[in-house]
Nanobody, 126 residues
Framework: QVQLVESGGGSVQAGGSLRLSCVAS????????MGWFRQAPGKEREGVAR????????SYDDSVKGRFTISRDNAKNSLYLQINILRPTDTAMYYC???????????????????WGQGTQVTVSS
């Protein structure tokens, strides 16, 4: 049974930092591309960062470049998202997603083929 469990969210003031984690089980973690998405109230879900199966390739949405860093530890079946200089506009539910069929994937692939966690809430106050 595939499981993705996010943690690390919370309520922080603008300018602060958080490190989100996603622990996976039930599939071959090291062979799957992964990504982080977020969904704010009343808005569509958006992809913010992606990482290849090996961890050697990453990409980011323009809105988070320079502030967000995606990484993974294949030995621990874990995916991370370091978020710095938090803004109120970063307030959202954050989800990790995995596509075990591909070493690299787009947001569209993760949405259509991926496994998803339940999310962790990030709330940023000004």
């Amino acid at each position: 049974q595939v499981q993705l469990v996010e943690s690390g969210g919370g309520s922080v003031q603008a300018g602060g930092s958080l490190r989100l984690s996603c622990v996976a089980s039930g599939y071959t973690f090291s062979g799957s591309c992964m990504g982080w998405f977020r969904q704010a109230p009343g808005k569509e879900r958006e992809g913010v960062a992606r990482i290849s199966a090996s961890g050697g390739g990453t990409s980011y949405d323009d809105s988070v470049k320079g502030r967000f860093t995606i990484s993974r530890d294949n030995a621990k079946n874990s995916l991370y998202l370091q978020i710095n200089i938090l803004r109120p506009t970063d307030t959202a539910m954050y989800y990790c997603a995995a596509d075990p069929t591909a070493p690299w994937c787009s947001d569209e692939q993760l949405v259509s083929n991926g496994y998803w966690g339940q999310g962790t809430q990030v709330t940023v106050s000004s």
